[in-house]
């Protein structure tokens, strides 16, 4: 079993910045690659983010490209999202997941993870 807890969520202007960070335990972080995913009220939940293994790639969804950046210290089991220039229709419950499968590939689609955090609340205001 693979416990995913994030932290780092809040209230935060728009324009300003935030750090999440994903911190793993139980059975091993890695090899797999990790992803970032988000949910605002109404909405159904949103690839955001993800990066292998190793860090040596990662991907982003087209709404937060140039704005977000995902990176990971394996020795630390932790994987973080770094969010910049936020904007009011960033905010949501972020969510931290393990991808299943193959760890040199990155997934953008939820049933390509198996493991989910409980999520952490980001809010924007204007």
């Known amino acids: 079993q693979v416990q995913l807890v994030e932290s780092g969520g809040g209230l935060v202007q728009a324009g300003n910045s935030l750090r999440l960070s994903c911190a793993a335990s139980?059975?091993?972080?890695?090899?797999?690659?990790m992803g970032w995913f988000r949910q605002a009220p109404g909405k159904d939940r949103e690839f955001v983010a993800a990066?292998?293994?190793?860090?040596?790639?990662?991907y982003y969804a087209d709404s937060v490209k140039g704005r977000f950046t995902i990176s990971r210290d394996n020795a630390k089991n932790t994987v973080y999202l770094q969010m910049n220039s936020l904007k009011p229709e960033d905010a949501a419950v972020y969510y931290c997941?393990?991808?299943?499968?193959?760890?040199?590939?990155?997934?953008?689609?939820?049933?390509?993870?198996?493991?989910w955090g409980q999520g952490t609340q980001v809010t924007v205001s204007s």
């Open positions: 997941a393990r991808k299943g499968g193959s760890y040199t590939r990155l997934g953008t689609r939820e049933y390509e993870y198996d493991y």
């Open positions: 139980g059975r091993t972080f890695s090899p797999y690659s």
């Open positions: 990066i292998t293994w190793s860090g040596g790639s990662t």
